[in-house]
């Protein structure tokens, strides 16, 4: 990764923001739609009717394709996530974040990369279980080159930077068509995002809609979870004093009691993530092209222009958070002066009908990252007072690297 000044995405619009309530026209090809009841409203009536284009084929026999609803693909999908939530689920998904972060033990390591790679491949079994090691490396592969694309920004990317995002990117849709013949062909189930598409889709869909469906959960898994789990691991680092309440939180109970109750029985660490999904929101900027006519706030959009949104600026509206810039867990608290205003405002995934699919696991899966990092592992911080968050694609730290070290194990005390 390219290392460069701290960029800051926004800087352009937070003046226009604050001076036009959050809905203005950036050039005369963009609106933007910052304002929290309005980026609702507008995705809502974008994406009332969402339904897949057409298969490839079809399209080129000039014919329709069996239509298929984006909303059924995503209560399929929405309805396993509560499966891939469970006890034993939860388990696993705790090892393999585990299996990672030892195996990069005592190894110098940039932290923000290291966060896409753990919550990245730990995630890849919730959405395509029992792929060997192989296909998972050109998942992994894929991944990297879409981050490194976002972290180059447009026209940013060496030759072979693009070469290799391509190939990475034709090898995906190889593992997963591979897969799906495997599951219709040879009956092989597995308990996965996957499978339900297989189950009950698979012949409206046809297989190239199919690819296409896996791979849209393939690429939402490689950006926000790792750019969130990277600041996560900044707040961690740079706040000691919140580092130690949690790690007094995780020793009053066993890891078992987080499986199985989620985020019930560490409520403080539910704070700190939420603040975390708070303060660091990722995407930053997500670009809408208008399906239907649309009128923000009086603004005209005929189809196919442009509007933006921000789930990051909508989590720092001043007209409605209090210090929106001051990373405060507390503010999370029963008891708290302010509390946050909750509904439209706060959005770290996004609004319906297209909003994550994988809110509560990626939530579990930050207070189990968290977990580890107070209970098994910690990190070592090669420049403590150089780290800083830069507000590129996705909020990234900058100078945050070091080892990963193992804590010793708590001595039980002589009787
Ligand atoms: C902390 C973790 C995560 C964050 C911050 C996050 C954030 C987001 C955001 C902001 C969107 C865009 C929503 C919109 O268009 O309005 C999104 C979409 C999506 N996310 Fe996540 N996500 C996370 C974890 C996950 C996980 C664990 C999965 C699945 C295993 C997942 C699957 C998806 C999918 C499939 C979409 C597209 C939904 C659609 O277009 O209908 N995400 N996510």
Known sequence: MTQRD?????????????????????????????????????????????????????????????????????????????????????????????????HRRDQHVDFA???????????????????????????????????????????GQTRRQRWESVVAQLHVGRVVRAELRRRTRHGRTRIDLTQPIVDRLLPSLGPDRAVEAVTTVLTAIAGPPGAVAGCLMYELAKRPEWAATLTEEFASGPAELLHRTGTRSAPTAHQFV????????????????ARVPLTIRGHRLAVGRHFLVSPYLVNHDERHWSDPDVFDPNRWSAGAAHRPPGGNHYVPFGWAPTACIGAGLGSIQLVLLTYLLCTRFRLELRAPDAARVSLGAVPRPLDFDGWVRRREPARTKAA
């Not at 800051?8 to 609106?31: M, T």
């Not at 329709?64 to 891939?84: D, E, I, K």
């Not at 939420?274 to 092209?289: F, H, Y």
Request: proline share 4%; glycine share 4%.
């Open 113 to 155: 990369w290291l966060a896409h790679e753990v919550t990245f491949r730990a995630l890849v079994p919730v959405v395509l279980d029992g792929l060997s090691t192989s296909d998972q490396a050109w998942l992994s592969r894929d991944a990297i080159a879409k981050l490194t694309r976002l972290d180059a920004g447009p026209g």
């Open 274 to 289: 939420k603040e975390v999904l708070r303060m660091w929101s990722a995407p930053l900027l997500m670009t809408r092209s």
């Open 6 to 102: 701290d960029p800051d995405l926004l800087a352009d619009l937070r003046a226009p923001n604050a001076e036009h309530d959050g809905v203005f026209w950036h050039g005369d090809q963009r609106l933007m739609v910052f304002d929290a009841d309005a980026a609702s409203r507008a995705n809502a009536e974008n994406f009332a009717d969402l339904t897949l284009p057409d298969r490839f084929v079809d399209r080129v026999r000039g014919r329709r394709s069996p239509a298929v609803s984006w909303r059924q693909v995503r209560s399929l999908w929405l309805s396993r996530m509560r499966v891939l939530s469970e006890e034993n689920r939860l388990r696993e998904l705790t090892d393999r974040m585990a299996a990672i972060l030892d």
